[in-house]
């Protein structure tokens, strides 16, 4: 799946190499067994991040005489023992303790009390109670299997369109990363020594862009649909008992997202309140045992595990690249280009669009950004910005056919039976909203950038 973007890499390495004259001795056979190692590694289905680093170890032995293997465990341990990255686990053992203790379908079932009279009814519901879980989560898959779970039965024996419905439960997923505590922010800050408070303060504005953009579509989708028009009529009584189903998300939404805006914590500080916080209201409902925290904890420590393995080979891929100068001379090439800043920009962008329907969007950002980041600064884009529309890429990848993690997760809770196309026909409004989204915050980077400048972050 991922073999033509890492031998675009290796083509880009020759080109390099070639432009700035380095002094390195290529032989022919050395090339063509490399070419032939890379073919079979990811022909053969090697985990990602053992891939990663088993290509970096070829491309440092094929194209450097420096002794690298000397130190790569120095190379792994930099990454591994940022304070940073901590948060990681932190935000997904919190998400895994909240949807072990129902506080996901208490959340569903109070946003259906209020939104179900809009037009396009349910549909709304999907949208806002993934957009308000993704602020405790940070993570689109965590965000779409956990709404998945909790909405799916909701939409049984009812007048829409299963299409609408799994698109909208996919787009609703891609928030996950976008809405802060997003994890794609957090990583991005450890590869470009950037910001994570100023990051998602930028996120705000674009969060609320697309949240509004989802719910344009669900808005024509329901006036088209007049089956679907809108729900009954709820007592206000009713719906202000309700709100007691928010009141725990709210809550933590204030302990994660508040103190960190207000300065008060760093993004791991608060993810650790963040988990006492699930911890206690899991406690007040009687969810929390040993049991619970046990499952919580070992489902939390895969995905760490993961991420992980991926970053550290990304790691060591990067380093060898960035000790070649690829970065270097592609910022300088690219720079030099007759093109507006632009025009480039909207090249990077389709870019990122096109890996995004055959790569998985964590990994595209980790293995692409070491090389796009430096043309970016060159261009003379602010790397907040940057960071935020690389997190939206990276979501649109979630729910780009044929590709996209989230749509396989919803079609894997699906119990009807129906083809995939189902969920890649449903998602492409909202994906086609997703990338005007990214165009309108071409044209307009105040949108991301207006928050942090004025709290002077």
């Known amino acids: ?268 500080e608060a993810a650790a309140l963040g988990v006492l916080g699930a911890m206690f209201f899991a406690a007040l409902d009687g969810k929390l045992s040993w049991k619970m925290l046990h499952e919580s904890a070992e489902s939390s420590a895969r995905v760490t595990a993961m991420i992980g393995l991926i970053l550290f080979g990304a790691y060591l891929l990067n380093f060898i690249i960035t000790s070649l100068g690829v970065p270097q001379m592609m910022a300088k090439t690219v720079s030099s280009l007759p093109l507006p800043p632009w025009a480039i920009m909207l090249l990077i962008i389709g870019l990122y669009i096109a890996l995004g329907t055959f790569m998985e969007g964590f990994s595209m950002v980790i293995t692409t950004l070491p090389v796009v980041f430096p043309v970016v600064k060159a261009l003379g884009y602010d790397p907040i910005w940057f960071g935020v529309i690389v997190t939206m890429l990276v979501e649109i990848a979630m729910i780009s056919p044929p590709d996209g993690t989230v749509l396989y997760v919803l079609q894997g809770m699906r119990t009807d039976g129906r083809p995939i196309t189902d969920v890649f026909a449903g998602v492409m409004p909202f994906f086609l909203v997703y990338i005007f989204a990214v165009l309108l915050l071409l044209v307009m980077p105040g949108l991301a950038l207006w928050l942090p400048s004025v709290l002077g972050r």
């Open 1 to 268: 799946m991922i073999a033509a973007v890492f031998l675009l890499i290796l083509l880009l390495l020759f080109v390099g190499l070639w432009l700035t004259g380095a002094n390195v001795q290529v032989p022919l056979a050395e090339t063509l067994t490399l070419v032939g190692l890379l073919t079979f590694l990811f022909g053969s289905g090697v985990y990602i991040g053992a891939a990663l680093g088993i290509l970096g170890i070829l491309i440092g032995y094929a194209f450097s005489e420096r002794p690298f293997w000397t130190f790569i465990g120095q190379m792994v341990w930099g990454p591994s023992s940022s304070y940073v990255l901590v948060a990681v686990p932190l935000f997904l053992l919190m998400g895994e303790i909240l949807l072990r203790a129902g506080l996901s379908e208490r959340l569903y079932k109070a946003m259906n009390v209020w939104l179900e009279r809009l037009p396009g009814g349910l549909l709304h519901t999907n949208i806002m109670s993934s957009a308000l879980f993704s602020a405790i989560s940070g993570s689109s898959v965590a965000t779409a299997a956990t709404m998945g779970s909790v909405a799916l039965p909701f939409f049984k024996g009812t007048a829409y369109s299963p299409r609408y419905v799994l698109g909208s439960l996919a787009a609703g997923g891609a928030l996950g990363n976008l809405i802060p505590p997003g994890i794609t922010f957090i990583i991005y800050a450890l590869i470009t020594e950037t910001s994570v408070g100023a990051l998602y303060l930028a996120a705000a504005g674009p969060s609320l862009l697309v949240v509004l953009l989802f719910t344009a579509v669900i808005v024509w989708h329901g006036w088209s649909q007049r089956a679907v028009m809108a729900g009954p009529r709820v007592p206000l009584a009713e719906k202000f008992r309700a709100l007691s189903g928010l009141l725990p998300t709210l809550i933590l939404m204030l302990l994660v997202l508040g103190t960190i805006y207000g300065g008060f914590a760093t993004p791991t």
